[in-house]
């Protein structure tokens, strides 16, 4: 027992600590409209997506979200700086999660700080994504998201397991659905179409995650009308 025991701390901590670089491509109707970078280092996330030159022409994407966060992913900051063609914001969210809420700091305008509560246990899309990694030894579950200032709640399911090609080889791969469901009455606020899109009620959102201890996401889907915008792993080093 104490072996077994020992065995999965290693494990949980390797999981936690151990640095690693995703480079994924976003498509759509089959061409390529974006980039994205997801690195996790030293306790912090750090997403960045950036449309390519000739989809850049017509709509300007170049997005990065920062993640500091503590055990079991909860995050302590969340900054966004969004610059998209018909929106703009560069906002730093301090979690506090002992009282359950967030302080908003926005720049350069300072005076627009403000604050709202979140549930317990509160995430935002990345950090419940990562965290999401960890839990999947359980074939179901639920995770309370905080995304844009309003709550919600995403249901995972483990549907199927199926080989897939994928840039690590053709290996065996966990499908995940994940479903949202909105907490508040509170309207969605106009925000970066990267998490806006992805959290949604009327969306499925389909991961494959290799089906071993890493649960690295190799593949995401997402209806989008008329349709559906796929997420594709380009590369994956485990730094």
């Known amino acids: 027992m104490k ?18 670089l995703l480079d994924l491509s976003i498509s759509y109707v089959g061409i390529s409209v974006a980039s994205v970078t997801m690195e996790n280092k030293e306790h912090t996330i ?14 300007q994407v170049d997005n990065t979200y920062q993640i500091k966060y503590k ?12 610059d998209q063609n018909d929106f703009a914001e560069n906002n730093m969210y301090i979690y506090d999660h002992d009282n359950h809420n967030v302080t908003v700091y926005s720049y350069p305008d300072s005076t627009k700080e403000k604050s709202y509560e979140i549930l317990p246990e509160s995430r935002d899309f990345f950090s419940a994504l990562y965290y999401l990694r960890g839990q999947l030894h359980n074939e179901e579950g639920s995770i309370i998201l905080d995304v844009n200032k309003i709550p919600w709640q995403v249901n995972y399911q483990v549907v199927d397991r199926e080989g897939r090609r ?3 080889g053709r290996i065996p791969t966990k499908k995940v ?21 992805l959290v949604s009620e009327s969306n499925n959102l389909l991961f494959w995650f290799s089906d071993d201890d890493r649960n690295i996401p190799v593949r995401a ?9 796929i997420w594709k792993l380009n590369s994956y080093e485990d730094q």
């Open 177 to 197: 659905r994940l479903e949202f469901t909105k907490l508040s009455d509170q309207p969605k606020e106009h925000s970066d179409i990267l998490t806006s899109n």
């Open 221 to 229: 889907r997402f209806d989008s009308s008329p349709f559906p915008v």
């Open 71 to 82: 055990e079991n992913y909860f995050p302590l900051s969340y900054h966004k700086n969004i």
């Open 46 to 59: 750090t997403v960045k997506t950036n449309t390519g030159f000739l989809i850049s022409l017509a709509s």
């Open 166 to 168: 994928t840039a690590l």
């Open 3 to 20: 072996i077994l025991i020992f065995s999965f701390l290693i494990l949980f901590t390797s999981f936690y600590l151990n640095a690693e």
